[in-house]
């Protein structure tokens, strides 16, 4: 059974940094990519980013570029997301998803709520 | 790429027959798949590909479309179909849809 497990979420003051953790299991975590989706309260979903299978490339949304950086411990099954120079429009639950072979998202974590406020 | 999902909101009654749309900025070749998510949980895959069935959904789920136009039909809506229905294209970058939330009458 794929399982997702998101950690480190809770409340950061505007500027500061802020890392989640994303313990993968039920699966060949080193075959596939993987993402991070975003839900603002009361609002849709939104891709923030994704990593290849290998970490060998990242690819983000424009708002967060330069600010947050993907990446993965194949040899832990876990999956990163370091979050730099948060904003309040950055308040989210942010979920893991686990990636098919083609780029959609086939499994997710329960989510972790990151909440950017002074 | 936008995706502008109709109706917003949708009310039918248990047994019902339901049709939900979303439709591309642009062509999204059938890159498109649709999520199901209930309050409080995460988002679970329902199709993928336009019409291809994730294993573990009812067959009451079905997906259709092309071009710029899809559809995601329930065929008798059953009350725990309760939930917000999101579409995602992944032909050109990976955008969501706003959801339609679907309530039981």
Redesign the interface.
Known sequence: EVQLVESGGGLVQPGRSMKLSCAASGFTFSSFAMAWVRQAPTKGLEWVASISYDGGNTYYRDSVKGRFTISRDNAKSSLYLQMDSLRSEDTSTYYCAKVDWEPFFDYWGQGVMVTVSS | IQLTQSPSLLSASVGDRVTLSCKGSQNINN?L?W?Q?KLG?????LI??TNSL?TGIPSRFSGSGSGTDYTLTISSLHSEDLATY?C?Q?NNG??????TKLEIK
């Open positions: 890159y798949a999520y998510q949980e995460a988002p679970k895959l993928y590909k994730q999101y995602y992944y990976f955008t969501f849809g706003s959801g």
